[in-house]
């Protein structure tokens, strides 16, 4: 059963536009949301991370909207750079422990 | 400063054998999970330690141990290897393990049973 679950294997964009990169969840204890991206041969890297008191975070090129009703997170990258072609995670954990519970990934290709 | 070491990077075993991969989180960080990533899977999680207690279990054969000394060290151990426990490992650490914070992770070490 896959808690959490992003739809989309993968995405093209061209530079300069937005990406937007979406995620589904189904545990409604789920209280904290996390990005990632991970290069081939690297392990992921944090990008950014929203609580569920928030509906909206923002730090830089990146913004992530958290749509409690809907069970329903996005990334939105603007404006999209080839280097940030790479696969996006999505996780979610509840605030006890630190086990994330992943989705599948998206890669996202920006094509310049 | 440092990030999370995983060591080795690559290793190719036989079905049939025992592996024990080793990860070293940064410096301060108490809390340490591991994380199995193959193709279409994403990443599953396998276990947490903090302050060498195991917190939380994924749901992997008891043939996936593993344990965390004083200096936060973990150590996976993988016994009687399948051609099915070829993926990458993943160790990740944090700062604290109650309440979330973001989980730093390693390059991994890519396991292949053959």
């Known amino acids: 059963d896959q808690q959490v679950k992003q739809n989309s294997p993968s995405l093209s964009v061209q530079e300069g536009r937005i990406s937007i990169l979406n995620c589904d969840y189904t545990?409604?204890?789920?209280?904290?949301f996390l990005w990632y991206k991970k290069y081939p041969a690297e392990g992921p890297t944090f990008l950014i991370s929203?609580?569920?008191?928030?509906d909206k975070n923002e730090d830089g090129r990146f913004t992530v909207f958290l749509n409690k009703s809907a069970k329903h997170l996005s990334l939105h990258i603007v404006p999209s750079q080839p280097g940030d072609s790479a696969v996006y995670f999505c996780?979610?954990?509840?605030?006890?422990?630190?086990?994330?519970?992943f989705g599948a990934g998206t890669i996202l290709r920006v094509k310049s | 400063k440092a990030g999370v070491t995983q060591t080795p990077r690559y290793l190719i075993k036989t079905r049939g054998q025992q592996v024990t991969l080793s990860c070293s989180p940064i410096?301060?960080?108490?809390?340490v999970s591991w994380y199995q990533q193959t193709p279409g899977q994403g990443l599953q999680f396998l276990f947490e330690?903090?302050?060498?207690?195991?917190?939380n279990k994924g749901n992997f054969p008891g043939r996936f141990s593993g344990r965390q000394f004083s200096n936060s060290r973990s150590e996976m151990n993988v016994s009687t290897l399948e051609l099915g426990d070829s993926a990458l490992y993943l160790c990740?650490?944090?700062?604290?393990?109650?309440?979330?914070?973001?989980?730093?992770f390693g390059q991994g070490t890519r396991l292949t049973v053959v």
């Open positions: 330690y903090f302050s060498e207690t195991q917190r």
């Open positions: 410096s301060g960080h108490r809390s």
């Open positions: 929203i609580s569920s008191i928030k």
């Open positions: 996780a979610a954990s509840v605030e006890y422990g630190n086990k994330l519970v």
């Open positions: 545990n409604s204890m789920f209280d904290y």
């Open positions: 990740a650490s944090s700062l604290r393990s109650q309440g979330i914070t973001e989980a730093f």
